[in-house]
Structures are given as structure tokens and as C-alpha cells.
């Protein structure tokens, strides 16, 4: 169980840039899971996967964000024409549908400093 | 819909003493509930969990026991140290068609030598 691995771990971009993220799951985990942090703040959801097809989304997932998950494996996060208000920690986790109790393992997540 | 209430921080301790960290949760059906805890500059680790009334869940020292008629998941321990300095989030998990993880504000633990 190598966990949940997350890349970068810090991107530092200007306003109006573009930016994605990749997650990489663990191996036999099919829902996977993005979350935002905010500083003083827990995580909230911005979406999920279950295999390749997006069942949720928040509605904090503005038109400038996409997420795929091709194949059922790795995620891309993507976030066009980033704002500042986008500056946060960008958490992806996954769990096992074998697993009634929902647990969620996180990677290390990503944080996004839009200049 | 899903909330979670927590204590709010920042809590400081000394050494060796107790800890105690209220949650109280707001949840339709029978939620699992989680105690996650983040170190600075990494993600969420999962520290305990628990599934059904009654159930209490135990990691490193630290327990919590799912109380259904308080609504309530208190994080304790009985005596810190300074390696358990870190920000500590309540989750909770009501499965069926709503996948997600809330969380609450999170509460930071400082604990001093």
C-alpha cells in the first residue's frame, strides 16, 4: 500500500494561468475524491469518482474547474484562468466501495498560491 | 443537511496533561464518524474512526466513543506530548447516495514541553 500520492506539491502561479494537478490513488481504490482547504478551514467536496465517471460535483466547482479521471486510475484537477481567491490546498483521497463506513484516505495534497 | 460542530481552538496544553476536543454532529440515518489529524504542511491522516452507536474507536492513545443520543464523537486523550501537536478535524460519513466526507473547522493542539 504505497498510498495516495499527489503532484506537485506546490505550485506557485500568476493570475489568470492555467493550472492541473494529478492524483494517483491507492491501487485498488475505485472512488476517488477532491477536496479544498482553506487556511483556519477543513476540507470541503468539489467532487467524485467512482471508476472513471464523475457522480458529483459541488457547486463551489465553478465553470473554470474540470477534473477527469481516464481509465478509472489517475485524476487531473484543472483550474483555467486561476483567481486569487483560488489560493488554497487541493486534497484528492480515495476509499473502497468493499467498505461500508466510507473511509477516505488523503494524499499530501497540493497548495496553490495564485500571485 | 450534514454538519459538523467542533471545539474551536487553538487549544494549549503542557505535557502530559489531558486533552479533550468536542464534536457534535448533525446527520440523517446512522453516519460513521472520523477523528483526522493534520501535521503542518502535509494532508489528512486518518488517527480513528467509528461506525455504530457505542462503538469506540482507539489510535495512538487517543480514543473517541460514538454517542448517538448526544449526538456527539469527543476526542480524548490522556496525556499529550508534544509530537501531538496538530491540527484535529471531526468528520462524519452518511454513505447512501452522499459520498462525501464533512468536516469541521478543525481544532489546533499546541503542546508545550
Known amino acids: 500500500d504505497t498510498g495516495v500520492s499527489q503532484d506537485p506539491r506546490h505550485k506557485i502561479t500568476k493570475r489568470g494561468q492555467n493550472v492541473t494537478f494529478r492524483c494517483d490513488p491507492i491501487?485498488?481504490?475505485?472512488?476517488l475524491y477532491w477536496y479544498r482547504q482553506t487556511l483556519g478551514q477543513g476540507p470541503e467536496f468539489l467532487t467524485y469518482?467512482?471508476?472513471?465517471?464523475?457522480?458529483?460535483k459541488s457547486r463551489l466547482l465553478s465553470d473554470r474547474f474540470s477534473a477527469e479521471r481516464p481509465k478509472g486510475s489517475f485524476s487531473t484537477l484543472e483550474i483555467q484562468r486561476t483567481e486569487q481567491g483560488d489560493s488554497a490546498m487541493y486534497l484528492c483521497?480515495?476509499?473502497?466501495?468493499?467498505?461500508?463506513?466510507?473511509?477516505?484516505?488523503f494524499g499530501p495534497g497540493t497548495r496553490l498560491t495564485v500571485l | 443537511g450534514n454538519s459538523v460542530t467542533q471545539m474551536e481552538g487553538p487549544v494549549t496544553l503542557s505535557e502530559e496533561a489531558f486533552l479533550t476536543i468536542n464534536c457534535t454532529y448533525t446527520?440523517?440515518?446512522?453516519?460513521?464518524l472520523f477523528w483526522y489529524v493534520q501535521y503542518p504542511g502535509e494532508g489528512l491522516q486518518l488517527l480513528l474512526k467509528?461506525?455504530?452507536?457505542?462503538d469506540k474507536g482507539s489510535n495512538k492513545g487517543f480514543e473517541a466513543t460514538y454517542r448517538k443520543e448526544t449526538t456527539s464523537f469527543h476526542l480524548e486523550k490522556g496525556s499529550v506530548q508534544v509530537s501531538d501537536s496538530a491540527v484535529y478535524f471531526c468528520?462524519?460519513?452518511?454513505?447512501?447516495?452522499?459520498?462525501?466526507?464533512?468536516f469541521g473547522k478543525g481544532t489546533l493542539l499546541t503542546v508545550n514541553p
Open positions: 483521497a480515495s476509499s473502497s466501495t468493499s467498505g461500508r463506513e466510507g473511509t477516505q484516505y
Open positions: 491501487s485498488e481504490h475505485n472512488r
Open positions: 469518482f467512482q471508476n472513471e465517471a464523475q457522480l458529483e
Open positions: 446527520a440523517t440515518g446512522y453516519p460513521s
Open positions: 467509528a461506525t455504530k452507536a457505542d
Open positions: 468528520a462524519l460519513y452518511s454513505g447512501g447516495s452522499n459520498y462525501k466526507l464533512t
